[in-house]
Protein backbone atom coordinates (compact mmCIF):
# COMPACT_ATOMS: atom_id res chain seq x y z
CA UNK A 1 0.00 0.00 0.00
CA UNK A 2 1.32 3.44 -0.80
CA UNK A 3 1.24 6.14 1.26
CA UNK A 4 -0.86 8.58 -0.65
CA UNK A 5 -0.57 12.10 1.65
CA UNK A 6 2.87 13.45 -0.43
CA UNK A 7 0.68 12.74 -3.17
CA UNK A 8 -2.50 14.34 -2.06
CA UNK A 9 -0.65 16.90 -0.22
CA UNK A 10 1.43 18.02 -3.71
CA UNK A 11 -2.19 18.18 -5.47
CA UNK A 12 -4.36 20.23 -3.05
CA UNK A 13 -1.46 22.20 -3.24
CA UNK A 14 -2.10 23.41 -7.29
CA UNK A 15 -6.01 23.03 -6.72
CA UNK A 16 -7.84 21.95 -3.99
CA UNK A 17 -10.33 19.60 -3.65
CA UNK A 18 -8.49 16.10 -4.71
CA UNK A 19 -9.08 13.20 -2.75
CA UNK A 20 -8.00 9.86 -2.09
CA UNK A 21 -10.32 8.02 -4.59
CA UNK A 22 -8.80 4.24 -3.84
CA UNK A 23 -11.15 0.92 -3.68
CA UNK A 24 -10.55 -2.41 -2.41
CA UNK A 25 -10.82 -4.05 -5.98
CA UNK A 26 -8.43 -1.70 -7.99
CA UNK A 27 -5.38 -2.95 -8.58
CA UNK A 28 -3.56 0.31 -7.30
CA UNK A 29 -4.84 3.59 -5.63
CA UNK A 30 -5.82 6.01 -7.07
CA UNK A 31 -6.74 9.90 -6.74
CA UNK A 32 -9.55 12.07 -7.92
CA UNK A 33 -10.65 15.36 -8.44
CA UNK A 34 -14.57 15.73 -9.07
CA UNK A 35 -15.78 18.41 -11.82
CA UNK A 36 -19.57 17.13 -11.38
CA UNK A 37 -21.23 14.48 -10.24
CA UNK A 38 -20.49 12.12 -13.17
CA UNK A 39 -17.07 13.36 -14.30
CA UNK A 40 -13.53 13.64 -12.39
CA UNK A 41 -10.25 13.93 -13.02
CA UNK A 42 -8.36 10.42 -11.94
CA UNK A 43 -4.97 9.47 -10.82
CA UNK A 44 -3.56 6.13 -10.95
CA UNK A 45 -0.83 5.02 -8.82
CA UNK A 46 0.97 1.68 -9.41
CA UNK A 47 4.36 1.78 -7.82
CA UNK A 48 5.44 5.06 -9.87
CA UNK A 49 3.48 5.11 -12.65
CA UNK A 50 1.39 7.26 -13.28
CA UNK A 51 -1.68 7.56 -15.07
CA UNK A 52 -3.81 10.72 -16.03
CA UNK A 53 -7.56 9.57 -17.45
CA UNK A 54 -10.33 11.62 -17.35
CA UNK A 55 -13.44 9.39 -16.23
CA UNK A 56 -16.86 9.60 -17.26
CA UNK A 57 -19.54 7.62 -16.12
CA UNK A 58 -20.89 7.34 -19.25
CA UNK A 59 -18.26 6.53 -21.28
CA UNK A 60 -15.34 5.77 -19.47
CA UNK A 61 -11.87 6.50 -19.03
CA UNK A 62 -10.04 8.54 -21.51
CA UNK A 63 -6.10 8.59 -20.68
CA UNK A 64 -4.59 11.77 -20.78
CA UNK A 65 -1.18 11.31 -19.81
CA UNK A 66 0.88 8.00 -18.72
CA UNK A 67 4.52 8.73 -16.63
CA UNK A 68 6.83 7.49 -14.37
CA UNK A 69 7.61 11.11 -13.87
CA UNK A 70 5.38 12.80 -11.10
CA UNK A 71 6.30 16.65 -11.62
CA UNK A 72 4.94 15.80 -15.06
CA UNK A 73 1.57 14.73 -13.60
CA UNK A 74 1.69 17.88 -11.59
CA UNK A 75 2.47 19.81 -14.52
CA UNK A 76 -0.38 18.35 -16.39
CA UNK A 77 -2.92 19.33 -13.83
CA UNK A 78 -1.78 22.95 -13.30
CA UNK A 79 -2.33 23.20 -17.04
CA UNK A 80 -5.51 21.56 -16.25
CA UNK A 81 -6.73 25.34 -14.71
CA UNK A 82 -8.97 23.12 -12.72
CA UNK A 83 -11.07 25.43 -9.96
Known sequence: MIDLTPYLDSLNAKVSGWID?????????????E?????RLRIWIDEGQYTVVFADDDEG???????????????????EHID
Do not use: A, I, K, R
Not at 35 to 39: E, P
Not at 61 to 75: A, E, H, K
Open 61 to 79: NQVMLSTDNWSSVLLYVDS
Open 35 to 39: YSCDT
Open 21 to 33: SSYGNDHCESLSF
